[in-house]
């Protein structure tokens, strides 16, 4: 069993930055694949980044390649993802995902995350 909680969010300007942080806790957080997600009202939830156990090898979505980036501290139990040159359209609720294995084969596709957090609110302003 893993619980995650993100934290990090908030509201910021065109062009400004976040970190979001989301804690894991459970055994098989360091074997895990680690993805984030996000919901924009209206719209299906989208995957933006994932990353494998080892923090090496990573994963992203076409409108964030280049301004976001995934990381993880595995001591820390924690998975980040600094957002950077946000946008206006960047503006929704993300979610912290783990599997319970370690490949991030087709990591876009929810159906294949085990465990969830809650969410946490950004919202871009132009």
């Known amino acids: 069993q893993v619980q995650l909680v993100e934290s990090g969010g908030g509201s910021v300007q065109d062009g400004g930055s976040l970190r979001l942080s989301c804690e894991a806790s459970?055994?098989?957080?360091?074997?895990?694949?680690m993805a984030w997600f996000r919901q924009a009202p209206g719209k299906e939830r989208e995957g933006v980044a994932a990353i494998e156990p080892g923090g090496y090898r990573t994963s992203y979505a076409d409108s964030v390649r280049g301004r976001f980036t995934i990381s993880r501290d595995n001591a820390k139990n924690t998975v980040y993802l600094q957002m950077n040159s946000l946008k206006f359209e960047d503006t929704a609720v993300y979610y912290c995902?783990?599997?319970?294995?370690?490949?991030?084969?087709?990591?876009?596709?929810?159906?294949?995350?085990?465990?969830w957090g809650q969410g946490t609110q950004v919202t871009v302003s132009s």
């Open positions: 459970g055994p098989t957080y360091s074997s895990s694949c």
């Open positions: 995902a783990a599997r319970s294995r370690a490949d991030c084969r087709w990591w876009s596709r929810t159906s294949l995350y085990d465990y």
